[in-house]
């Protein structure tokens, strides 16, 4: 990709993060792991040992920021399994890196997904101001 898409690309990121409410910002945050583990699972097929690495990385990490922005105090019960799901979903990623299993990283997305389409059915159901 060139520089100038890349910038523009930057550019409306950010404009899109700023101008989103904090339930947008975790679907967000979610199409962002599931592009990332999609690009993982077709380089582990292909034995692209570089693209699946950092593409698992950086899934893990959006993870993580998923992980750490969990309210126990408020969320309870709920906050706890949604942490440890996050816990082993890394612990399948960091494993499927590890051994090329794009079997592994297929699980995790479907994960994801199912996260996904039950965050973007409670939206709904909250207010979003």
Known sequence: MNTAAQTYRKLDIESMVESANPHMLVRMLFDGALQRLKRAAICA??????????????????LD?????LDHEKGGELAGNL????????????Q???????????????????????????ESQIDLV
């Open 83 to 94: 942490d440890a799901l996050y816990d082993y979903m890394q612990r399948r990623l960091h």
């Open 45 to 62: 097929e292909r034995d692209d040992y570089p693209g699946r690495s950092d593409s698992l990385g950086s899934a893990v990490a959006i």
């Open 65 to 69: 920021g998923l992980r750490g922005s």
């Open 96 to 122: 499927g890196n590890m051994d090329n299993n794009p079997e592994a990283i297929r699980e995790v997305i479907s994960l994801v997904e199912t996260l996904s389409s039950a965050w973007i059915a409670i």
